[in-house]
C-alpha cells in the first residue's frame, strides 16, 4: 500500500509540475471572451493543458497508438475485450448506486459469463446472450445522486472532465477497477499503459472528423463533453433541455440590409 | 425465340425496377420509417459503391445530395445553431451561412460515411403521437466489431412531410455542439466574420482533399 501511496504522490506532483509549465508556457492563444462561459470559468487554463495534451498526444500517444493498431485484429479484439471486462464489477457497482439492480445483475452476469466461458474476457459471449455492455462510473453515480458537474477541467494527459467526474473518475473509480487489484505493481501498471494505447487506437479512424468539423477545436471537444456526459448520466435519455430561442420558430423577415453592414464596421476597430 | 425475348425483357427490366421505385423513401411516410428507409438505402449503396469505400469524397458527396439532402431541413438547422445572430442577420447573410455549413456538414458527413464498412442499422423503440410534429427518432450503427454507435434524430412535420433538421451522435447532438461556437465568432467579428471563418474553413477542407 505505501507503494501505491508513494505512486499516487509521484504522479501528483507530475501532474501540478505540468500544469504550472503549461501556464509558464502561455503556449495557447485565447480568445477575446474567454472565461465567459459559465460552464467553464477555469478557460485559460484548460485551453493551455488542452494545448499540452495535444501535444503529448502527438508525441507520444498517436505514435504509440499507430504501432498498436498494426497488431492482428484478432489480439486488438481480444485485448479490447478483456480491458472491458475488467470495468464490470465497477459497472455492476456503479448501476446498483445508482438505483438499477437489474442492470448491476446483468453486469454480474456478463462478469461471470466473460471471465469463465470468455477465458478472461479475451471473448465477449455475454453480449450474444443478450446481456448488454454498461457504461458507468462513479462520476456519473454522482450525476444521479445530483451533483452537480462543477466547472470544466481540462485533466493533464487525461483530457475533458469537470470537478464532479475528476472526484468520480480520479478519486473512486480507480478502486473499482480490477486493474487496481492486480498484484504486481509492475503487471498492473503496464496493463494500465495498455489501457489507454488501446482506448486511443479506437480513436484513429475517426479523429480527423473533429479537425473538419471544428471550427475551434476546444470548444467543439469541450460541448460534446459536456453533452456526452449528460447523456451517459441518462442513459442515453437526457430530457430536451429547450433554448428559448429555438422557440420563436417564425424567426421574422431579416433586418433592411443597411442596419447590420452599417453597424459592423464600427464594432469592429474595438476587437 | 428471339421475339419472345423482346417480350420478356421489358417486363423483366420493368419488375426490377418497380422495387426500386417502391423502395425510395417518402417524406410522407413515418418518421420513423423514413429514417429507416434513408439509412438503410444509404448504407445500400455504400456496399454496392467500392469508390465509396475507398474514400472517393467526389462520389460519397454525390450519394448524400441525391439521397439524403431531399429530407434534411438545412435552413432551420442553420438558424438554430446561429441562434440569437440569426435575428440581425440579412437574407443574404442567411443565405451565405446556410450554404457554408451545409458545406461543412456535407464534407464531414462524407468523411464519416468512407469509414463506413459492413455496418448494420437497428432501429430503437419509437415513441410519438401520430398528432406530433416534432419528433425524436432513435437508432443505431452496428459495426462488424466494437459498440454500437448510437445515432438519433430530430425530425419536423412540414407541408413537404418530415424532414431532419438535427442529428445526435453517441450522445452529441449537432446543432448544440455549434452553438458556442458560432456565438463566439459573431462576439468577435459579426455575422460577416462567422461566414469568413466558414467559408476558409471550407476552402482549405477542399484543397487538402485535392492534396
Redesign the interface.
Known sequence: MTDRTAWLRRGLRAAAAVAVLALAGGCATL???VGQ?PRDPWEAVNRNVFVFNEAFDADIMKPLAEHYALLP?FVK?CL?NMFANLRGPSNAVNNALQGKPAEAASDVGRFVVNTTVGLVGCFDVATGMGLE?SDEDFGQTLGVWGVEPGPYLVVPFLGPSNVRDAVGILGVEPFLDLNFYIDNATIEYSVLALRFVNLRA?LL??E??ID?????RY??IR??FL??R???IYD?N?PREI?P??EDDD???????A???AA?PA??PG? | MFEKLRLILPCVLLLAAVPAVAQAPSAQAAPDALVRDLTAQVLDAIRADSAIAAGDIGRIQKLVDEKILPYVDFPKMTRLAVGRGWRDATAEQRTALTREFRTLLLRTYSGALAQVKDHQVQMRPFRAQPADTDVLVRSAVVPSRGDPIQLDYRLEKQDAGWKIYDVNVLGVWLVENYKTQFASEISAGGVDGLIKSLTERNKSLAENKKA
Open positions: 480568445p477575446p471572451n462561459d485484429s479484439d479490447s455492455k479506437q479512424s475517426t480527423h472528423l473538419d468539423a471544428a471550427l475551434d470548444t467543439f460541448d460534446g453533452q456526452r449528460r447523456y451517459l442515453g437526457p433554448d430561442e429555438d424567426d421574422g423577415p431579416p433586418p433592411p440590409a442596419t447590420p453592414t459592423a464594432a469592429e476587437r
